[in-house]
């Protein structure tokens, strides 16, 4: 996929070809994860003093590095969405001027506060090998915690161009579900069952090879560091199902663009 060359973004092969190569990202993200403690310092509020700021040390970490990174441009592309929207800085590069891809309100859907709320809940206590922290590993888990939010925001959002395509290739059947607010005729369109259970399917092969150390590969006693199965659990249950919202939620409010 090219972001200057509109034709590739809105091709259903390229978006779905696209996922699949974030899912090594987050596969590897959470393996990563599990190997440090639960760390509940990182998510508590005010758990540690920072200079005018109200919030956990995870949050913290994350704006430094928004802001930083909309210095260097990052948010002017439509594939990144940003934990803090309202706190970015002005980009020290100049602009690009990305072809327009998405509807206008595409920067308003934002589900980020709901991927960090079951990243938190769901995802840590699960792929964590440990309860409790460990004083000299807090950073490192931030980042890490960064890296997999970023990648996980990334995937559910990519929903907008999967929802431009599909909206593009069948005008007609959409205006009439959006008109009549048919949320459950929506999201039934939008849903395509063999391609989930591909998905869900791949993700175990995935974690069971990627969890492994190559070496061992032929043992009897491969040392998966996250359950293959948690893997796809978690795609089941929280990441396919908020990029559905994300792809509802762009449709509902299709027609306030022209075409
Ligand atoms: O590939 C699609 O058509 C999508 O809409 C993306 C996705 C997914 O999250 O991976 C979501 C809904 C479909 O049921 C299948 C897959």
């Given at each position: 996929?090219?972001?200057?060359?509109?034709?590739?973004?809105?091709?259903?092969?390229?978006?779905?070809?696209?996922?699949?190569?974030?899912?090594?990202?987050?596969?590897?993200?959470?393996?990563?994860?599990?190997?440090?403690?639960?760390?509940?310092?990182?998510?508590?509020?005010?758990?540690?003093?920072?200079?005018?700021?109200?919030?956990?040390?995870?949050?913290?970490?994350?704006?430094?590095?928004?802001?930083?990174?909309?210095?260097?441009?990052?948010y002017?592309?439509?594939?990144e969405t940003p934990f803090f929207p309202t706190?970015?800085?002005?980009?020290?590069?100049?602009?690009?001027?990305?072809?327009?891809?998405?509807?206008?309100y595409s920067d308003e859907i934002n589900v980020n506060d709901e991927i960090?709320?079951?990243?938190?809940?769901?995802?840590?206590?699960?792929?964590?090998?440990?309860?409790?922290?460990?004083?000299?590993?807090?950073?490192?888990?931030?980042?890490?915690?960064?890296?997999?939010?970023?990648?996980?925001s990334?995937?559910i959002h990519?929903?907008k161009?999967?929802?431009?395509?599909?909206?593009?290739?069948?005008?007609?059947?959409?205006?009439?579900?959006?008109?009549?607010?048919?949320?459950?005729?929506?999201?039934?369109?939008?849903?395509?069952?063999?391609?989930?259970?591909?998905?869900?399917?791949?993700?175990?092969?995935?974690?069971?090879?990627?969890?492994?150390?190559?070496?061992?590969?032929?043992?009897?006693?491969?040392?998966?560091?996250?359950?293959?199965?948690?893997?796809?659990?978690?795609?089941?249950?929280?990441?396919?199902?908020?990029?559905?919202?994300v792809?509802?939620d762009y449709?509902?409010?299709?027609?306030?663009?022209?075409?």
């Open positions: 996929m090219d972001f200057m060359k509109p034709e590739t973004v809105l091709n259903l092969d390229n978006i779905r070809q696209a996922l699949v190569r974030m899912e090594d990202t987050i596969v590897f993200g959470l393996i990563e994860r599990s190997q440090f403690y639960l760390s509940p310092s990182v998510y508590e509020v005010d758990k540690f003093s920072i200079p005018d700021f109200h919030g956990s040390f995870l949050d913290w970490a994350l704006l430094q590095m928004e802001q930083t990174h909309s210095q260097i441009r990052r002017e592309a439509p594939d706190k970015l800085l002005k980009s020290i590069l100049p602009p690009i001027n990305y072809p327009k891809v998405l509807a206008s960090k709320e079951f990243y938190i809940n769901q995802i840590v206590p699960q792929v964590s090998c440990h309860s409790g922290d460990q004083q000299e590993n807090l950073g490192s888990v931030s980042t890490s915690d960064i890296e997999s939010l970023q990648a996980i990334r995937r990519f929903g161009f999967v929802a431009e395509a599909k909206y593009q290739s069948n005008k007609e059947m959409y205006k009439k579900l959006i008109l009549a607010k048919d949320v459950a005729g929506i999201e039934a369109s939008i849903t395509n069952s063999a391609v989930e259970q591909k998905i869900l399917e791949r993700l175990i092969e995935k974690g069971e090879s990627y969890g492994t150390d190559p070496s061992m590969k032929f043992s009897q006693n491969p040392q998966s560091k996250v359950k293959p199965e948690l893997i796809a659990q978690l795609y089941k249950d929280w990441i396919i199902p908020l990029t559905k919202k792809e509802i449709l509902l409010r299709r027609l306030e663009d022209e075409d």
